[in-house]
């Protein structure tokens, strides 16, 4: 008589099913070295986004992935190049504002900050860049005058190319460098 070989069968193929599923699960997951770049990582094994040595500011070389999901540059050749230099900010439009820092490869580069909420416009105040409410710096109302911080110069206050309002200054003759307002009226006098 033969005995039935199914009963052994079913539990060893649901075991099987069972833990297919679980490999199925644990690669479709976020995490470093599933193959897919996911947040956090800037690649992931074969996976660069696209990344090459020279989009990462190298001359050559071949670009590689390490075990925790960063890019590995030791292959790459020529060094990177600065982009910029430290501490310089500027607008890159109207509403971000870059600002030049050492990256993560010790060259310089663009960090860009859009310009959001409260304070929608990028604007470049006394050669900083930063983000403000208006797309204009209001520091004085057409018309008005004053003498510079330094004594040496007259200013008045006008609307430049875009209709903003900005100081306009006219320094003192070297003869009479001292600027004074008196009653709206500028003079220029001797120390």
Known sequence: MRTPFF????????????????????YSQPYCGNGAIDDGEECDGASLGGATCVSRGFSGGILTCSLDCMFDTDECTGGCQDA???????CDSETAAQSCIVGPRGCTEWLTTPCE???????VDQGTARCAASPCLVDCTP?????????????VCVLDENDCPQWDSSPCP?????CHLTDGVFSCEAM
């Open 84 to 90: 910029c230099t430290q501490g310089i900010t500027r």
């Open 174 to 178: 070297e003869e009479t460098p001292v």
């Open 7 to 26: 009963p052994l069968a079913l539990p060893l193929t649901v075991l099987l099913v069972l833990s297919g599923c679980d490999n199925e699960k644990r």
């Open 143 to 155: 018309g008005e005058k004053r003498c510079s911080s330094d004594g040496h110069a007259r200013q």
């Open 117 to 123: 909420g409260d304070t929608p416009y990028c604007v």
